[in-house]
């Protein structure tokens, strides 16, 4: 069994930082892309930032210059470093990863149960 577990989320105020972090455990062969998504009250769930394979990154517009996304690989961990926060990215944020699960027949997609980040002062 894979699973994701995401931390690091809270309450801050405008313009200030926070720092998520996801792990991956169970029975993983090997882990594609890692990313972060996020869903806020009565909006759909959108791609935040992505690191696949390779290094390569992407950001939404919305938060490029502001989150930086980042991988340890050989713990399976995915990081967002958020800074100069605003209220509109108040959301739950969840981990998402593609990965190989030992004896599997292909490419799975797994999520975390989701962490809330509010921006308020």
Known sequence: QVQLVESGGGLVQPGGSLRLSCVASGS??????????RQAPGKQ???V???SVG???NYADSVK?????????????????MNSLKPEDTAVYYCKADLYPYRSTG???????GTQVTVSS
């Open 107 to 113: 490419l799975r997609t797994y999520w975390g149960q």
């Open 45 to 47: 769930r959108e791609l």
């Open 28 to 37: 993983i062969f090997s882990i594609n892309d890692m990313g972060w998504y």
């Open 49 to 51: 930032a992505v690191a």
């Open 55 to 57: 290094d390569r990154l």
């Open 65 to 81: 210059g502001r989150f930086t996304i980042s991988r340890d690989n050989a713990k399976n961990l995915v990081y967002l470093q």
